[in-house]
């Protein structure tokens, strides 16, 4: 179905393109959603009369979606879950959880916009990417511990991480991870050599 997109779509255009995409993708979504109009010559007339009322719509929405990227930018948030000595979580942490959590913290951030290619089902430090708006992409820090104690040790060498960041921007994410993993493994080895 060709359709004429009313906002940024990421991966599949800008406002105001005629696109071809998927029936389904443009009946359950796009036109719902009131993301998109069937391309057809009576609503390429619409557009064009109401093209200003689109693109000052479309501005509203990025300045929005800035200024909540803002809030939410380096937001580092913490979830405790139970986790076999290996640091494999009983379960996972999914899209929603994440939300729920930066929600409690004040931010309007939905469900949808979370984007995980899996959910997390390790202890660690995970970096999720959040789409607010197709031209505004942030992330926020999550940090999964078994208890309180270990997401203390986990900030104070997280402090030391960000002091590092501004040298380093390019190759924290990594880091992040494996220095914030290190503690709690050693941890975890040193409670099951007690249990034996």
């Given at each position: ?10 991966k ?9 995409v998927k ?9 719902p ?16 009369k ?11 929405l ?29 379960g ?16 309007d951030?939905?469900?949808?916009q ?19 708006h197709?031209e505004v ?11 309180n104690?270990e997401?203390?040790s986990?900030t104070?060498?997280?402090?030391n ?36």
């Amino acid at each position: 179905m060709e359709v004429i997109l009313l906002e940024r779509i990421e991966k599949i255009g800008k406002l105001g393109d005629v696109v071809k995409v998927k029936d389904g993708y443009a009946r359950n979504y796009l036109l719902p959603q009131k993301k998109a109009l069937r391309a057809n010559k009576e609503n390429i007339k619409i557009y064009e009369k109401q093209k200003k009322v689109y693109e000052e719509k479309n501005a509203d929405l990025l300045k929005e979606a800035q200024s909540k990227a803002k809030t939410v930018d380096n937001l580092s948030i913490s979830l405790i879950k139970q986790a076999s000595d290996s640091g494999q979580l009983y379960g996972s942490v999914a899209a929603r959880e994440i939300s729920d959590t930066i929600k409690s913290l004040g931010h309007d951030i939905q469900t949808k916009q979370i984007q995980l290619k899996k959910a997390i089902k390790e202890i660690g430090t995970h970096k999720v990417k959040i789409i607010i708006h197709p031209e505004v992409i942030t992330s926020v820090t999550v940090k999964v511990a078994r208890s309180n104690e270990e997401l203390m040790s986990d900030t104070l060498i997280e402090e030391n991480i960000k002091e590092d960041d501004v040298k380093n921007s390019n190759q924290t994410g990594d880091k992040n991870s494996e220095l914030v993993e290190k503690p709690i493994n050693e941890s975890s080895s040193k409670s099951t050599k007690k249990k034996k």
